[in-house]
């Protein structure tokens, strides 16, 4: 039995579900966790990563092992009634300490709070407080839920963007984002080209006349341009988007199924439906749609590369809603802050790769559908 999908584009399908499945794990897309260009922890060992301890009334004290030079920076965040100490292997810190509930949002380079800690105004705390390698130990005496956040050089599976998010979460968020605008606006136009292909080879006539006419002056349209302007002036939220996509891809479809539809509406079979008194509706509906239903899977599956391409192309120009991580909007990002300068190349090739992966899946899906209606193809 011939395989539906080849072994490679199903190795990638594989993977692609496998870093969906993970996005439990994940921190949120839209919070920042992480100093702003961080690297991916695996990237370089020699420099600190960033670290998260956190304290509460369950969980009272956080031990970690530090084996680099001084981080970046820290910050501390949360809130505290009691006392918040830092043990480090040469002194003892007491980072706050308050009487009644207060809420904490201190920073590494807040001069009132070196001060508090008895260091000069243009000290570097990150150093003071972690003077060497070794053991240190952060302790909650009270009540609270405290973080506290060590800035290294780097974070996560794929490092950080210019606002510190997780690059991976953005990346696994960015799957949905791209199947959700390909697969909605790729179905939204083959059911609108079909109903109007199927009419207009059947009927014949003025209204075909009508139809064609109308679907050769959309082909003769640009299509980009005529999409950003679009998004610019409907906005740009995710269904503005899938409308826009499919209004603008429903033209081939249609020619595909007015041809099908041609082809059998003159067939001695149709002729004798058409004398036994069998309504149009039942005829198109019931014998020419499953007719042209393999081309229209082959034609679907082919399809959702040109719409995923597309939305990455309109979201790379900044016309999709910027609280959507999708991989074009991260490439517009990465573009605009820099990011190809900067050598933040985590930034760039993962969304860039998703988008050629989620495309060559398809592709070779239509490609298999395309064999499975039409036998011919198999031996090119």
């Known amino acids: 039995m011939k395989r539906f999908i080849s072994p490679v584009a199903l190795l990638i399908l594989i993977f692609l579900s496998f870093i969906e499945l993970s996005a439990i794990g994940l921190p949120e897309s839209d ?13 370089d060992s020699s420099e600190a990563p960033t670290v998260l301890l956190r304290v509460s009334d369950s969980s009272p004290a956080q ?31 007491t980072l706050a300490k308050t009487a009644s509930e207060t809420a904490l949002d201190i920073n590494g380079n807040d001069m009132s709070f070196k001060r508090a800690l008895g260091e000069r105004p243009f000290a570097s705390l990150p150093g003071v407080l972690f003077p060497t390698t070794g053991e240190y130990e952060l302790s909650l005496t009270g009540s609270g839920d405290v973080t506290f956040r060590v800035d290294g050089g780097r974070w996560g599976w794929l490092g ?7 690059v991976a979460s953005l990346f696994v968020r960015g799957v949905s984002v791209s199947l959700i605008v390909g697969l909605s606006a790729t179905l939204i136009a083959t059911l609108l080209g079909t109903s109007l292909g199927l009419l207009s080879g059947y009927a014949g006539g003025v209204l075909d006349s009508l139809i064609m006419r109308a679907v050769d002056v959309l082909l003769s349209i640009p299509t980009l341009p005529i999409l950003m302007v679009m998004a610019g002036i409907l ?31 003159d067939a001695p079979w149709v002729e004798n439906l058409r004398a036994l008194g069998a309504k149009r509706s039942y005829i198109i509906f019931r014998h020419l749609l499953p007719e042209a239903t393999p081309l229209l899977l ?16 309109l979201s790379f120009l900044g016309l999709s809603d910027p609280r959507l991580p999708s ?20 930034m760039i090739l993962p969304p860039g790769f998703g988008i050629a992966a989620v495309c060559l899946i398809f592709m070779d899906i239509g490609r298999r559908l395309e064999e499975m209606s039409d036998p011919r193809l198999k031996s090119s």
């Not at 919070?31 to 990237?43: D, R």
């Not at 269904?239 to 082809?263: D, K």
Request: glycine share 10%; no cysteine.
């Open 298 to 313: 082959a034609n679907i599956a082919l399809g959702v590369p040109g719409v995923i391409l597309a939305e990455a192309g």
């Open 235 to 265: 906005g740009k939220s995710l269904v503005t988007l899938v409308l826009i996509l499919s209004l603008f891809s429903w033209m081939g479809t249609a020619r595909m199924v007015r041809a099908v539809a041609m082809s059998l509406r």
């Open 31 to 43: 919070t920042a966790s992480a100093p702003p260009w961080s690297k991916p922890e695996w990237l």
């Open 327 to 346: 991989w074009g909007r991260m490439l517009h990002e990465a573009h605009t802050y820099g990011a190809f300068t900067k050598g933040a190349w985590w």
């Open 160 to 166: 950080a963007d210019q606002r510190g998010r997780d």
């Open 63 to 93: 031990a970690l092992s530090w084996s680099w030079n001084a981080p970046l920076n820290f910050a501390i965040t949360g809130h505290l009634r009691g006392e918040l100490v830092w043990k480090t292997p040469e002194k003892d810190f």
